[in-house]
């Protein structure tokens, strides 16, 4: 099995290189620490794009959230309605927006390096701008080769700092450094503040609204007898620092969620690194990532196109999660557009699962502790989640609207808003985090408060009938507007959020008077709905010929797991292949695909759990149509091909797009109707991918995918490389499994050699292999149990 020289070596071999660097941020290399997150490009001179966490457009627009219907009156407004929709919050809760509804991102800055003062017909040839990322180290190089020019950069992200270092080594006698620090331009930013002082330069900004603001410092050392600055010069958004030779620089960035003066807590971080030093720094940064890189791991053998990928998605989430408030739909990797965009759609959280998919691969690769990173980004904002849910429906706990920014207050999302799964997806993901680690710190500090708070909202909201069963009010299955009672995903996922609290009350010696109605409410739980072919339906009152997002139904199978219905879920399968909305057609000759990283995702993890075949070729195809050159995934696939293949796909599979629908307001649909997607998937521009602005729940997908080949342990049974192909060989060590069990194990050529599983609380442990061998042990905490089956 895998051992830490073997990690090691393996690891660095995955390093990211370009030959010629990125040339825009959408194709930037990512340094992260979870709290900044860098893209490393160079479209002539060197540049990049600095985020942090923390810095956002905190505004959101006040006469929409005024016009929010209180949920009683919505519940008036649709009775005896037919069909019931939500189409009519499009023009109950309108009101002019003077900018976006659902805010983009800010960047924190953009600092730019040339080495050459002319520019226009006065500019020198570009020099060649080579990239390397190693993952093992967190550190990026780029190399400069021109005449007389050979720059050599070292940088990376200390954890646990506000820091991004850069050290620029090789340089010749004279050679000028010419800094541009820039506030990317953005009409509705107030005007910011700079100044400068020795070899520090910095600049406050104010935030929409004028409650909260961000500093950025800049602090240059020079090295090796290199000169001190030569001028510094301010305009509008940028000011320009010119200095010779070896230098290290220390970047920091602070806001007003950290310290109550950002300006002066910004230099001071300066500063203290360029005091502690450039290679103090680098050692301490190599220390966290080394000791990161000897947790959970695997190696796929002769996949190296999986492996990867896989070693960069273990990269990107430590890379991205670090501390609160967690990163919203585009992760770290985001960049400004142009003076009207300042960045991508959309900067804060939508809680369908966007939300949430990012935090399900921290489970069963061992890496739960990160799970702190998203309850914190709650409980920092549970006063002003609780007030929300009071005025909005009238009852405590915790509502997680669809969307909402860093702050927990609501994007008015119109027709969107009444899908109420947030909080039960969310609590969900705490659920298995406790299902995994059995880590009763973390259970008491962070799962059970979150969980209780949002349990609380949805028994606030449902009622028994006449039969007795609790019922869910009327919401909205994921994207498709029709209301439904008993919605399949949130009682699905809300089920697991009760078991959980039943469970681990006891545990805690809380509640005693909360458990008799978590129990009533278990016993009395609504069923799910079913589709007339036997696969599970996106609610009870939604007509069948009604059009679908086809993941959203795998929801009880997959990831809930309320269900074992092996049956339903092929024939889920076998539904969205045939009528979800999703499907697209515009691929090489003879190939369809899913038009949405998530729902590709939850199809292949279903596919996975039920035991089909087709599951390693679809994670596979993942790749092929979601992952971008440097390392990160895009929403939508991008398919590479010429223009006549895709067409003639697409007349191929002509007869397969002629289903007509029902809309949600009760008419038919065609396919060619302009209210259904019609994906642009295909082109033959070779730099699309390149192009794609990155998601932070691709990686994270992935790396979940991946590990459901490996290792399943879901039903009280652990799974060895339950979905591999028939002659794999790889290996994997430390990965985590339901019930606390830390499991390593060896394939060879489709055959398990060997597996170790440690107990890290106690428990019965059931185990099947590919051939059908069973293995049941009680193992007391810290106790190992494991077979060496081939010699």
Known sequence: MLDFSFVRRLVKKQAWSYPQAARDWRDGLLLGNGNLGVLSYAPGHLEWVINKVDVFDPSIEEALAAKVTPHEEFLRKIDGVNPKNTLFLNQSEAAPSERSRIRNTLSAAVLRLRFWQGIGWAAPAIPQTSQKLSLYDGELEEYVDSHSLHPRLTMFTPRNTNLFCMRIMGAEPGQKNIFELIRPACHFLPELKWENESNLLTFI???????????VAVSFVPQNGASERAQCVFKDSEGELIQYGNTDVFFAVCTSFESEDPLVKAREMANKGAKKGFVRLQEENRSWWHDYWNGAYADFGTYTRIQKYFTFGLYEIAASFGKAPMPGLNGLSYGPLDEKNPGVSCQGYTHDQNAQIPSLAFLPLNRVDFIRVLADTYLNAADTLRAYTKRLFGCSGIFLPLATNQLGREYPALSYRYTLSGSAYTGMILAMAWKYSHDEVLLREKLYPLLREFVEFYAGIMRKDKAGVYRLDWSVPPEIFTLTRDETST?????????????????????PEQVALWHDMLSSFPEIAKHPSGAFWCGPDIPYDHYFFGGHLLYPFFPAGISED?????????????EAVERSFDDHDGQWHLNHDWSAFLTTCARFRAGDSRAWRELERFLELFAK???????????????????????????CLKQTRRWCDGTMLQPENPEIPVSRCATPNPDAKRLAPAVIEGNSAFLFMASEALLQSHNGIIRLFPGVPDDFSGSFRNFLAQGAFEVSAEMISGKV???TILSL????????????????????????FGRELLT
Not at 566 to 578: D, N, P, R, W
Not at 648 to 654: D, G, L, V
Not at 761 to 770: I, M, Q
């Open 753 to 755: 050699k060997e597996f």
């Open 566 to 578: 092996l049956s339903a879920a092929l024939k889920t399968i076998e539904l969205i292949e045939k």
């Open 205 to 215: 900004q104010s935030l929409p609204g004028g409650d909260f603001s961000y500093a």
């Open 629 to 655: 050159e440097n390392g990160l995934f895009s929403h939508d696939p991008i398919v590479i091909c010429s223009t006549e293949e895709s067409e003639r796909n697409r007349e191929k599979y002509a007869e």
């Open 761 to 784: 609380s106690g428990g019965k442990l059931k185990l099947t292999l590919p051939d059908g061998r069973c293995f049941e042990e009680f193992l007391e905490r810290g106790k190992s």
């Open 491 to 511: 009682i699905s996922m809300l089920r697991v959020c009760l078991e959980t609290l039943v469970e681990t009350s006891p545990i805690l010696n809380v509640d």
